[in-house]
């Protein structure tokens, strides 16, 4: 645990609703990013994940559990020096030139005159921001705005970066720089935290994942061992061995999980002939969905759009 | 924190197009005032000075609602804050920093709308003196209390219903003054209504010494200072309430 950058302990928080209703938006989440890592913090839409990192930024408060950030409690000011923060759909002010605002923001977080001018180099080189300093940020598009954002959260090169939905709104090249960026923050030595519901972008850039539907966890763990989930696909000729699908070109094809490898070769019939084993990528989408899906049940109207999905996925994949 | 946070509050409502605007709309005003000064029966030239000083008042007070209803609500609305309360920065650095922030530039706006009033007066042959630089000093400590009326109000409510509750505090803050003349003809309930009225609200009266400057009146040292105390014990109290109330808020 004293490894862990961020650790929630069984933490609840609900919003007020109605009256004196209260609306459950996290129950007994727990979940720990270790230090050094890339963690994908994955969820639909209203699953918790912006509520997890608020609760981390001390916006929100009056949670139940614990929440540690670098070992401490979050309720330390002083810890949020040492973090980079990128809201979901950020506005800034409209009226301050770009470069007047990343100096207002490195200060706050503690930098000196004579760091802001080589900081904000940096980031001008990183994402392109050189010819926008002296412009107000009024006159910035959506794309241009998540360009800053990005640059006021790793401007003060953090220890911590947390980044809700950082890829919203950005065109096919700038996502590819964004994850760049990140791969070389990762690589200064910084620890990612970030949420998404795009399943590739995690693949691409985290090791760690952790799955939040409904204010719970359903699953958090390595991405290398989920992606070691996908099914090993053996195809061969000779003795059809049980369980194999007989193909029409005379050879038959046997699927099995890694784990069970070494059993299903030993178990093969003699005379049998490997011809190739491959291994098929998961489809983390559809991970994702039947994940979600089984959490939901199958009387919910997600469920049931989510099982169509599925199912239309798999159709499409058969040759 | 306070001052770095001050002072970028200070360039953001400085450049903003309602600061502006209103500080245009000062100017032009200011010009039109000989007119009125012109088709006035009386003095001319005492009723254009009047207006100058009142004009300061005016606008000063929507200068400072127009930005200060925007200063905490906005921030929540539009989530620019999540950048500031995401770094080593306290929820009162940052209530309180803004209001030091908007006080500097409301202070600056109404030094330029007396030196523009008092030159145009001097530029036309209307009568300027001592006093009335006293009278705009008076006038900008009733802008920053009602800069802290409008803060308080916005953290408690929406940027509009907030103007509205701003403008309706500065008029009674303004019949404040006349409300104990008003106690000695009420009884029971009215009369109690009249001394909470008294109580929870500024008295923004004391601040109309633009009248007597014009006339060349003079006001003692301690009741300038008295004055300029009560108007700081407001803006603290206020800028208090904002803050516990801030404190609160889920963001």
Same mark, same amino acid.
């Given at each position: 645990?004293?490894?862990?950058? $961020?650790?929630?302990?069984?933490?609840?928080?609900?919003?007020?609703?109605?009256?004196?209703?209260?609306?459950?938006?996290?129950? &007994?989440?727990?979940?720990?990013?270790?230090?050094?890592?890339?963690?994908?913090?994955?969820?639909?839409?209203?699953?918790?994940?912006?509520?997890?990192?608020?609760?981390?930024?001390?916006?929100?408060?009056?949670?139940?559990?614990?929440?540690?950030?670098?070992?401490?409690?979050?309720?330390?000011?002083?810890?949020?020096?040492?973090?980079?923060?990128?809201?979901?759909?950020?506005?800034?002010?409209?009226?301050?030139?770009?470069?007047?605002?990343?100096?207002?923001?490195?200060?706050?977080?503690?930098?000196?005159?004579?760091?802001?001018?080589?900081?904000?180099?940096?980031?001008?080189?990183?994402?392109?921001?050189?010819?926008?300093?002296?412009?107000?940020?009024?006159?910035?598009?959506?794309?241009?705005? &998540?360009?800053?954002?990005?640059?006021?959260?790793?401007?003060?090169?953090?220890?911590?970066? $947390?980044?809700?939905?950082?890829?919203?709104?950005?065109?096919?090249?700038?996502?590819?720089?964004?994850?760049? $960026?990140?791969?070389?923050?990762?690589?200064?030595?910084?620890?990612?935290?970030?949420?998404?519901?795009?399943?590739?972008?995690?693949?691409?850039?985290?090791?760690?994942?952790?799955?939040?539907?409904?204010?719970?966890?359903?699953?958090?763990?390595?991405?290398?061992?989920?992606?070691?989930?996908?099914?090993?696909?053996?195809?061969?000729?000779?003795?059809?061995?049980?369980?194999?699908?007989?193909?029409?070109?005379?050879?038959?094809?046997?699927?099995?999980?890694?784990?069970?490898?070494?059993?299903?070769?030993?178990?093969?019939?003699?005379?049998?002939?490997?011809?190739?084993?491959?291994?098929?990528?998961?489809?983390?989408?559809?991970?994702?969905?039947?994940?979600?899906?089984?959490?939901?049940?199958?009387?919910?109207?997600?469920?049931?759009?989510?099982?169509?999905?599925?199912?239309?996925?798999?159709?499409?994949?058969?040759? | 924190?306070?001052?770095? =946070?001050?002072?970028?509050?200070?360039?953001?409502?400085?450049?903003?197009?309602?600061?502006?605007?209103?500080?245009?709309?000062?100017?032009?005003?200011?010009?039109?005032?000989?007119?009125?000064?012109?088709?006035?029966?009386?003095?001319?030239?005492?009723?254009?000075?009047?207006?100058?000083?009142?004009?300061?008042? =005016?606008?000063?007070?929507?200068?400072?609602?127009?930005?200060?209803?925007?200063?905490?609500?906005?921030?929540?609305?539009?989530?620019?804050?999540?950048?500031?309360?995401?770094?080593?920065?306290?929820?009162?650095?940052?209530?309180?920093?803004?209001?030091?922030?908007?006080?500097?530039?409301?202070?600056?706006?109404?030094?330029?709308?007396?030196?523009?009033?008092?030159?145009?007066?001097?530029?036309?042959?209307?009568?300027?003196?001592?006093?009335?630089?006293?009278?705009?000093?008076?006038?900008?400590?009733?802008?920053?209390?009602?800069?802290?009326?409008?803060?308080?109000?916005?953290?408690?409510?929406?940027?509009?219903?907030?103007?509205?509750?701003?403008?309706?505090?500065?008029?009674?803050?303004?019949?404040?003054?006349?409300?104990?003349?008003?106690?000695?003809?009420?009884?029971?309930?009215?009369?109690?209504?009249?001394?909470?009225?008294?109580?929870?609200?500024?008295?923004?009266?004391?601040?109309?010494?633009?009248?007597?400057?014009?006339?060349?009146?003079? =006001?003692?040292?301690?009741?300038?200072?008295?004055?300029?105390?009560?108007?700081?014990?407001? =803006?603290?109290?206020?800028?208090?309430?904002?803050?516990?109330?801030?404190?609160?808020?889920?963001?």
């Amino acid at each position: 645990m004293s490894d862990d950058i $961020v650790s929630y302990a069984d933490v609840s928080f609900s919003y007020r609703g109605d009256w004196l209703n209260r609306i459950d938006a996290l129950r &007994q989440v727990t979940l720990a990013v270790p230090a050094g890592c890339a963690y994908g913090f994955l969820g639909a839409n209203g699953a918790g994940k912006s509520t997890s990192i608020k609760l981390l930024m001390g916006l929100l408060h009056g949670h139940g559990g614990a929440i540690r950030l670098f070992g401490s409690p979050i309720g330390d000011h002083r810890l949020r020096a040492r973090l980079g923060y990128l809201p979901e759909q950020p506005y800034f002010y409209d009226n301050l030139a770009l470069e007047e605002y990343l100096a207002y923001l490195g200060r706050l977080s503690g930098m000196t005159k004579a760091q802001i001018g080589p900081a904000r180099e940096r980031v001008y080189q990183l994402l392109d921001l050189g010819d926008l300093r002296a412009r107000k940020l009024k006159s910035f598009s959506k794309g241009m705005r &998540q360009r800053f954002g990005l640059a006021q959260a790793i401007f003060h090169q953090p220890d911590l970066l $947390v980044l809700d939905e950082p890829f919203s709104g950005l065109d096919p090249l700038w996502r590819a720089r964004f994850k760049e $960026v990140m791969a070389l923050e990762r690589k200064r030595g910084a620890t990612l935290f970030f949420s998404s519901h795009i399943l590739s972008d995690v693949e691409d850039l985290c090791d760690r994942y952790g799955v939040i539907d409904h204010g719970t966890v359903l699953e958090q763990g390595r991405i290398a061992d989920l992606l070691g989930q996908a099914p090993l696909e053996l195809t061969g000729s000779g003795p059809i061995p049980a369980g194999a699908a007989d193909l029409a070109d005379g050879t038959w094809r046997l699927s099995f999980p890694e784990s069970d490898r070494a059993r299903a070769l030993a178990s093969l019939p003699a005379g049998a002939e490997i011809l190739r084993l491959e291994r098929h990528r998961l489809d983390l989408e559809a991970w994702f969905v039947s994940r979600v899906r089984a959490h939901h049940g199958a009387g919910s109207p997600l469920a049931a759009s989510a099982a169509s999905a599925t199912s239309t996925k798999s159709r499409g994949e058969r040759p | 924190m306070i001052a770095i =946070i001050a002072g970028a509050t200070f360039r953001e409502a400085a450049r903003s197009r309602a600061f502006l605007s209103l500080l245009g709309l000062y100017a032009c005003a200011v010009m039109m005032s000989r007119l009125v000064g012109w088709i006035s029966g009386t003095d001319g030239n005492l009723i254009t000075a009047n207006m100058v000083m009142s004009l300061q008042s =005016i606008i000063g007070v929507l200068v400072a609602v127009a930005t200060g209803t925007a200063l905490v609500q906005t921030e929540i609305q539009q989530k620019t804050l999540y950048t500031v309360l995401s770094r080593p920065v306290r929820r009162w650095h940052f209530v309180v920093g803004k209001f030091l922030g908007l006080a500097l530039a409301l202070a600056c706006g109404q030094s330029a709308m007396l030196a523009l009033g008092l030159g145009y007066l001097a530029l036309t042959g209307a009568p300027v003196n001592a006093w009335m630089v006293l009278a705009g000093a008076l006038t900008t400590v009733e802008v920053l209390v009602m800069a802290a009326v409008s803060l308080c109000w916005t953290s408690l409510s929406s940027p509009l219903l907030a103007t509205v509750l701003c403008l309706a505090t500065y008029a009674i803050g303004h019949a404040v003054g006349s409300l104990p003349q008003l106690m000695y003809h009420l009884q029971g309930f009215q009369a109690t209504i009249c001394v909470w009225l008294a109580c929870l609200v500024p008295n923004l009266s004391l601040y109309e010494y633009r009248d007597q400057a014009v006339h060349g009146l003079p =006001i003692s040292p301690e009741d300038t200072a008295m004055r300029l105390l009560y108007g700081v014990m407001w =803006i603290a109290l206020l800028v208090t309430v904002t803050v516990s109330v801030l404190r609160r808020k889920q963001l």
